[in-house]
């Protein structure tokens, strides 16, 4: 499926196209899942030659960041799938080729979608410099380059709302786990598997926002370069783009404190399921222990031996059942005296 937005009149418009009706004028393409004839109609019409599903998968950085043909391919993981219970990454491909932006993606992360939806709903003004070409209501010009950077920001700024997420889920889980520890009954093992499911998924989705940024890292000072060597670049686009690297760079080490928080949670929980398996061992031993007097004097007196005295005696049976409650009882008032219980 191609996706094209077209600048029209006062503001940018977009149109789902296929192999046979590329907008010639689009200022963003962006082609989702594609099929050949989709690919050979966007290479025809910019110029250049898009990377197979196979090559954006790579993680040479010369495989993901590089320049041909003119046009620059640069390739990052963005995250997708939050709101479906089922978060992952995949790669996207941006390639700036002209005056043109192209995406290439075989997934939906939210942030393009956020960012269509804003880039359509604003209502442009004309450059005095320029009155051909539209600009957004604060008057930046929208460029191949400003849209590849305010998509980006995107992509940074959904990171951030996921990582905000994943610390309120970590916090929730802190909770759980603390409060857990204050019951006198023991927890179940059905809530020891589901507190473990949950640091594991926190655990599994902060793993994958790193990989993402950690090629957005990669990414932005490659972009920082290209832009250099463009003409006609707005004047804001490498503050952005500074700011937006600062921003990752913040963001990793965010990720670095929700990655220690998770392995200290993952490492109380075991504790708890520690302290909980002894407390049950303690019990067994604790039982074994005040049973063995009482299992003593019944196999004393299940003896049959003919010269016992006891075995005539009237009050022989009562006397053993009597020693044997007394001989179970006296150890468990001395556990709990030593608090052992």
Known sequence: MIRAYVPEEAQIRAVTAD???VPADAIWIDVINPSREEELAVEALCSIEM??????????????????????????????????????FAPVTFILAGLRLITLRYSEPKSFSIFAAKLCREVPRMAPEAPEKPTTGNGRL??????????LETVVDRVADILET?????????????????????????????????????????????????????LLP??????????????DAKPRVKAMARDV????????????????????????????????IKIFS????????PTLIASVYGMNFVH????????GYPLAIFMMIVSAIVPMIFFRIKNWL
């Open 19 to 21: 192999a046979n009706s």
């Open 51 to 88: 990377p197979t599903r196979e090559e954006m998968r790579e993680i040479e950085v010369s495989s993901r960041l590089y320049a041909e043909d003119g046009a620059t391919f640069m390739t990052a993981s963005v995250v997708f799938g939050l709101d479906s219970g089922k978060p992952s």
């Open 142 to 151: 929208q460029t191949a380059e400003t849209i590849l950077i305010g998509l």
């Open 166 to 218: 994943v610390s309120a889920d970590l916090d929730g889980i802190g909770d759980d786990i603390f409060s857990s520890s204050d019951r006198k009954k023991p927890t179940k093992t059905g809530d020891f598997k589901s507190l473990l499911r949950r640091i594991g998924a926190v655990g599994d989705l902060t793993s994958r926002i790193r990989e993402s940024l950690a090629t957005l890292d990669r």
């Open 222 to 235: 490659f972009l920082q370069l290209a832009l250099d060597g463009r003409k006609s670049v707005a004047k």
């Open 249 to 280: 760079h913040s963001l990793n080490d965010f990720v670095a404190f929700l990655s220690n928080k998770t392995v200290f949670l993952l490492d109380t929980t075991v504790g708890m399921i520690s302290i909980e398996q002894a407390a049950i």
């Open 286 to 293: 604790v039982a074994a222990v005040a049973f063995l007097p």
């Open 308 to 315: 016992m005295p006891e075995l005539t005696w009237t009050y």
